[in-house]
């Protein structure tokens, strides 16, 4: 079951006409890419360029699903458990117009799961990927980036944790549905929602959706920044073959797991 996530959007940076990621925050961070393991990797390419509209792209070796503000990428492989109970619950999507784009999956044979909220739903794709989808007029472009959601026992440490390792501002929004407030941290071309956790959350490592991931600017001195404050990498910085792109890895402290890259998006030509 997944959580009633539907607060007012967070305004976004605007993203320039040729790059698909938003401009780096202050401390050298942007949204990069969402990343699932799943057993059919062709499946997957054609759920997300079918239902939303997406566009294969390719940086080197790495081949890239492009939405406006992220990346979706995957890698073929067998699951250790549900993503249900994990921290990344799901990632959420805005559409200009959610009645008309329902109609249209519908007719197109995709599953949706209608939300209590008429201004909510979710798609689901091959072996049960679930993206939330809600609706914002102001959304400049058919489909794009909107959030994370974490789940947590400690919603103050996980949002102090993201916004001292990675920059992201704090803030609280209004939800559609109560006066109540959701925890979020900004991310360039994104944002990060906070959701308390019925139960002690899970490890994302393992999971259909693996892990995700931030771009960031001169992934060597922002790693040695991030060592100065007790983090450190699970995966060392490697260069991908035939690409200047550059990655590394590291779990926050409740097991979520993190991809930095460098140079992600692919140079326009």
């Not at 771009?215 to 995966?235: A, C, H, M, P, Y």
Request: proline share 8%.
């Amino acid at each position: 079951m997944k959580s009633p996530c539907v607060p007012l959007l967070a305004i976004l940076a605007a993203l320039p006409a040729l790059a698909q990621l938003a401009p780096p925050n202050n401390a050298g961070v942007t949204m990069g890419h969402i990343h699932y393991t799943v057993k059919d990797v062709d499946a997957q390419k054609r759920f997300w360029i079918d239902a939303f509209h997406a566009v294969e792209v390719h940086n080197g070796p790495l081949s890239l699903i492009q939405m406006p503000g992220v990346y979706i990428m995957f890698r073929k492989g067998d699951v250790t458990g549900p993503q249900d109970g994990a921290t990344v619950e799901h990632v959420s999507f805005t559409v200009k117009n959610l009645k008309e784009s329902m109609a249209d999956w519908k007719a197109r044979g995709f599953q949706i799961v209608q939300a209590n909220n008429p201004l909510q739903c979710y798609v689901v794709g091959p072996e049960d990927v679930h993206v939330e989808i809600l609706q914002d007029p102001a959304t400049p472009v058919q489909f794009q980036m909107n959030h994370i959601h974490m789940l947590t026992n400690d919603i103050p440490a996980m949002e102090a944790w993201y916004a001292k390792a990675f920059g992201f501002k704090t803030t609280k929004i209004p939800m559609l549905t109560s006066s109540n407030l959701q925890d979020i941290d900004e991310i360039p071309g994104s944002s990060l929602h906070f959701a308390k956790a019925a139960k002690p959350a899970e490890p994302t490592k393992g999971r259909t959706l693996d892990h995700i991931g931030f771009d960031v600017r001169n992934l060597d001195e922002f790693t040695k920044r991030l060592e100065s404050q007790g983090i450190k990498l699970d995966v060392p910085i490697r260069q991908i073959p035939n690409s200047n792109v550059k990655v590394a890895f590291l779990l926050d402290p409740w097991g979520t797991y993190i991809e930095l890259t460098e140079n992600l998006a692919p140079v326009s030509r």
